[in-house]
Nanobody, 122 residues
Framework: QLVESGGGLVQPGGSLRLSCVAS????????IGWFRQAPGKEREGVAW????????NYADSVKGRFTVSRVNHENTVYLRMNSLQPDDTAIYYC?????????????????WGQGTQVTVSS
């Protein structure tokens, strides 16, 4: 099971840190993807981190603003989001991929969280 937290309402230019905590699985063996879905839009991958944390990847729309990190002994992955804009408003999900090959292919992930709402508005 994955549980996201840390979402909320923030003004443009603000920051949030999302957390994804796993239970029942050991995240050491899983790459983690962060995805988001805004109303009326398709789900999109925004950040990805390998199981070891040595490799990361970001969507062009968030590169330089978002940072994904993980603390495996805490079974937790984080998404730090800076310089948030209204276009970042969405439900954010974390997902776990055993094997680490899924990256942006949502259908290949093994576990998903329930999502946390991020709203960027003045």
């Amino acid at each position: 099971q994955l549980v996201e937290s840390g979402g909320g309402l923030v003004q443009p230019g603000g920051s949030l840190r999302l957390s994804c905590v796993a239970s029942g699985i050991t995240l050491d063996y899983y790459a983690i993807g962060w995805f988001r879905q805004a109303p009326g839009k398709e789900r999109e991958g925004v950040a990805w981190i390998s199981s070891s944390g040595e490799r990361t990847n970001y969507a062009d729309s968030v590169k330089g603003r978002f940072t994904v990190s993980r603390v495996n002994h805490e079974n937790t992955v984080y998404l730090r989001m800076n310089s948030l804009q209204p276009d970042d408003t969405a439900i954010y999900y974390c997902a776990a991929d055993y094997g680490g090959l899924a990256e942006w292919v949502a259908e290949n992930y093994d576990y998903w969280g329930q999502g946390t709402q991020v709203t960027v508005s003045s």
